[in-house]
């Protein structure tokens, strides 16, 4: 069981470069960028970004599994929102650095360990944006879709969910691209990820920058995602608003 | 069935961590050097709470100005909603070793550093606030005589309350978790537990993890208490 607590500064990414003698020279030159370098090396950045976007997808997608199956069980059944709204909120205070150290007694370093404690921050984002979501349906929406003789779950399905997509959508993204901006956090967990490069560099400005960079631009990509996905499926607030 | 269970649900290392908490010991990695103990567990959280207080301090000096300015006006909604979106994009890690290797290390780097994760929230949502109340409300405090400060502070201000606090909020609890990477930077917080296991050992390193969570746990509980604090009567009731 100590085993799985094996990890710690000196331990991260200790090989993952090891003919410095470029860095170095770029160092020398006292610049904050070199581009010789960059242009070089910028292979070494290759597998943390796809560590990093496996790690952002599968704590999204699973945060918004759980949260979004929450927030409809809510729905229905008045008397979970308290106790969901505090619990995921208490996930969500718990700084995600600190998660997975107190994760790893149970499930080790890695990247399952990563993925939980980044899944668990996202959960109180989006669930509280469908909350809001389906709040904010007027009522008399759902008088006239019961009159128009709607069960409940149609309500829910062909009134309440449609209507709530903005709030949704809104929700995905925040939790998004702060999971990006987090996910930089997961090398602490031996998950990987573009704090890899930088953890194992981390007095190197130019390494710092294009690991930083490259998680920047993600994030950014992954908003306007979200967005256009959005746009495409609500046709009726783009008819609204032009 | 619950006694083999145990074990597992809370395995031995959370009681080697509350010693660690609690006693100094000698350090089996190191050895030799005393390691962990009430007084050093005290030193390092008010040195994570010192460098946490700090940047929210100057955060809100700097976003709450430009925000209620901003909202009081209304003008400048692309940057106001636009920064908060751009500061959530901010990798931690990136920032504060950014911050060490480029401008230097040291408490007044730090508070700047995180500063800069506390600003976007808070001045977002500051500017939300204020443009959310009611328009009819600040016509009839104008109508009344009141001058434009006296509708931003007395009006507008007091109904932006649980908005304006939920940036505060959200500011906190990045800032506090993102402290703990400050010894990267040369400041001592309880991070320091977590990252340095070859100094600490594993015990201790649990322990850095169960003293952090409970450091934003706690902070969290306050500023909800807080807001309850600030949010006026009448609006208390208009909630309940």
């Excluded at chain 2, 230097?104 to 976007?120: D, E, K, M, Q, W």
Aim: proline share 5%; net charge negative; with cysteine.
């Amino acid at each position: 069981m100590p085993d799985a607590l094996a990890l710690a500064a000196g331990q991260v990414g200790e090989d993952f470069f090891t003919d410095r003698s470029g860095e170095r020279a770029c160092e020398a030159t006292g610049k904050l960028f070199c581009f010789d370098w960059a242009a070089e090396n910028i292979d070494r950045y290759r597998t943390p970004t796809v560590e990093h976007l496996e790690l952002v997808g599968v704590a999204v997608v699973a945060g918004f599994l759980i949260a979004f199956g929450l927030a409809l069980l809510a729905h229905r059944l008045r008397w979970l929102q308290p106790p969901l709204l505090a619990g995921t909120g208490v996930l969500y205070t718990i700084p995600s650095i600190a998660f997975f150290f107190l994760l790893l007694p149970f499930t080790g370093r890695g990247f399952d360990t990563a993925a939980i404690a980044l899944t668990a921050y996202t959960l109180q984002i989006i669930y509280r944006n469908t909350m809001v979501g389906l709040a904010n349906v007027p009522e008399s929406v759902r008088d006239s879709a019961r009159g128009m003789g709607l069960s409940p779950r149609q309500i829910l399905i062909r009134v309440e969910l449609p209507l709530a997509t903005p709030e949704i959508v809104a929700g995905l993204r925040i939790a998004t691209v702060s999971t990006v901006a987090l996910a930089t956090l997961a090398v602490f967990a031996g998950g990987g990820g573009l704090g890899d490069p930088i953890y194992a560099q981390i007095n190197f400005k130019t390494n710092i920058i294009i690991a930083g960079g490259i998680a920047i631009l993600m994030a950014l990509a992954f908003d306007f995602l979200l967005l256009a996905i959005q746009r495409i499926a609500t046709p009726w607030r783009r008819a609204a608003t032009a | 069935m619950i006694g083999a269970l145990l074990p597992h649900l809370f395995p031995a290392s959370f009681g080697g961590a509350i010693d660690f908490i609690l006693e100094p010991q000698t350090s089996n990695v190191t050895g030799g050097t005393t390691v962990g103990g009430a007084d050093q567990v005290i030193e390092l959280t008010l040195n994570q709470l010192e460098v946490t207080l700090l940047a929210l301090a100057l955060s809100m000096a700097v976003a709450l100005p430009i925000g209620l300015y901003l909202g009081h006006r209304g003008v400048g909604e692309t940057l106001a909603v636009g920064l908060g979106n751009a500061g959530r994009a901010i990798p931690e890690l990136a920032l504060i070793a950014f911050m060490a290797a480029a401008i230097g290390v040291g408490l007044l780097n730090v508070t700047i550093a995180l500063a800069v994760l506390g600003i976007p929230p808070i001045l977002t949502n500051a500017f939300v606030g204020i443009r959310q109340v009611d328009r009819a409300s600040v016509e009839a405090a104008r109508g009344m005589g009141m001058t434009e400060s006296e509708v931003l502070f007395r009006v507008e201000m007091p109904m932006a309350v649980p908005t304006l606090m939920s940036g505060v909020r959200g500011a906190t609890i990045n800032i506090v978790a993102t402290a703990t990477i400050a010894p990267l930077a040369g400041v001592l917080t309880l991070g320091d537990f977590i990252i340095n296991r070859n100094v600490y050992g594993d015990d201790g390193v649990l322990a850095g993890a169960m003293l952090v969570a409970l450091l934003a746990v706690t902070l969290e509980l306050s500023l909800a208490g807080i807001q309850r604090l600030m949010t006026s009567r009448g609006l208390r009731l208009g909630a309940a």
